[in-house]
């Protein structure tokens, strides 16, 4: 496998292409600079990562490959009224195999032609997981609150929350978490530079250690 050496403007400059051509014709016609403008380096980066991963769980998939840690560029448009059949935008993910992704928490770095981010949590939890996460923060707040403590530097909590709230009684940092409906932990950066140098890597790998104790808890519910 390839090094992880930054992905290239030609990256960038495809998906904002994509975005305005969304067609089979004009994709077909780029094909090329997709393979090796994103898939390639893609791959290269998760192989790079794969072993610090597996130090923070080593049930996660870390297989290189599009639908085990490399985002579909195709569209399900089944039952979506956008009709177009490929994303503007492209993610690599870290998770435990055979498991929904929805439900599973996850990490992920994305990119579009407008910015990245990256971080952990669920795509969309099940009311089930986020019973368990709350009756674990109402069991250990001062724990949970531990684990938590050098996250929220850095990372957003993002993620719909209940429009009655719950988790009244509780102190305001710990009812943020309990009236979400699910949740993510995410650094939205614009920094456009940072993508096209080795060291992107490095800023996924210190990310993503920071994140694993509050992973360690999600899978622990599970």
Same mark, same amino acid.
């Given at each position: 496998?390839?090094?992880?050496?930054? !992905?290239?403007p030609?990256?960038?400059?495809?998906?904002?292409?994509?975005?305005?051509?969304?067609? /089979?014709?004009?994709?077909?016609?780029?094909?090329?600079?997709? =393979?090796?403008?994103?898939?390639?380096?893609?791959?290269?980066?998760?192989?790079?990562?794969?072993?610090? $991963?597996?130090?923070i769980?080593? %049930?996660?998939?870390?297989?290189p490959?599009v639908?085990?840690?490399?985002s579909?560029?195709? %569209? *399900?448009?089944?039952?979506s009224? *956008? /009709?177009? @059949?490929?994303r503007?935008?492209?993610w690599? +993910?870290?998770?435990?195999?055979?498991?929904? !992704?929805?439900?599973?928490?996850?990490?992920?770095?994305?990119?579009?032609?407008?910015?990245?981010? +990256?971080g $952990?949590?669920?795509?969309?939890?099940?009311?089930?997981? $986020?019973? #368990?996460f709350?009756?674990?923060?109402?069991?250990? @707040?001062?724990?949970f609150l531990?684990?938590?403590? *050098?996250?929220?530097?850095?990372?957003? !909590?993002?993620?719909?929350? +209940?429009? #009655?709230?719950?988790?009244?009684?509780? @102190?305001?940092?710990?009812a943020?978490?309990?009236? /979400?409906?699910?949740?993510?932990?995410?650094? &939205?950066?614009? =920094? $456009?530079?940072?993508?096209?140098?080795?060291?992107?890597?490095?800023?996924?790998? =210190?990310?993503?250690? #920071?994140?694993? @104790?509050?992973?360690?808890?999600?899978?622990?519910? &599970?």
């Amino acid at each position: 496998m390839t090094t992880f050496t930054g !992905l290239t403007p030609d990256a960038l400059d495809f998906l904002q292409l994509l975005s305005r051509n969304n067609s /089979k014709e004009w994709f077909s016609a780029n094909r090329e600079t997709y =393979d090796w403008g994103i898939v390639s380096p893609l791959r290269a980066l998760v192989a790079t990562l794969a072993p610090d $991963m597996r130090l923070i769980d080593d %049930r996660l998939e870390v297989r290189p490959a599009v639908g085990k840690t490399l985002s579909r560029i195709h %569209r *399900d448009t089944r039952f979506s009224h *956008d /009709k177009s @059949p490929y994303r503007s935008n492209v993610w690599i +993910y870290f998770k435990r195999p055979r498991k929904t !992704l929805s439900d599973s928490p996850t990490f992920f770095f994305e990119i579009s032609y407008g910015g990245w981010r +990256y971080g $952990m949590g669920y795509y969309s939890a099940s009311h089930n997981t $986020m019973a #368990r996460f709350r009756d674990y923060i109402a069991d250990n @707040p001062r724990s949970f609150l531990r684990t938590v403590a *050098d996250i929220r530097c850095g990372f957003a !909590l993002v993620g719909e929350s +209940y429009k #009655r709230p719950r988790g009244q009684a509780l @102190p305001p940092e710990l009812a943020d978490w309990y009236n /979400k409906k699910t949740f993510a932990l995410i650094d &939205e950066r614009q =920094d $456009m530079a940072s993508l096209y140098t080795a060291e992107l890597a490095d800023i996924l790998r =210190d990310g993503f250690r #920071r994140l694993a @104790p509050l992973y360690q808890v999600l899978t622990r519910l &599970e």
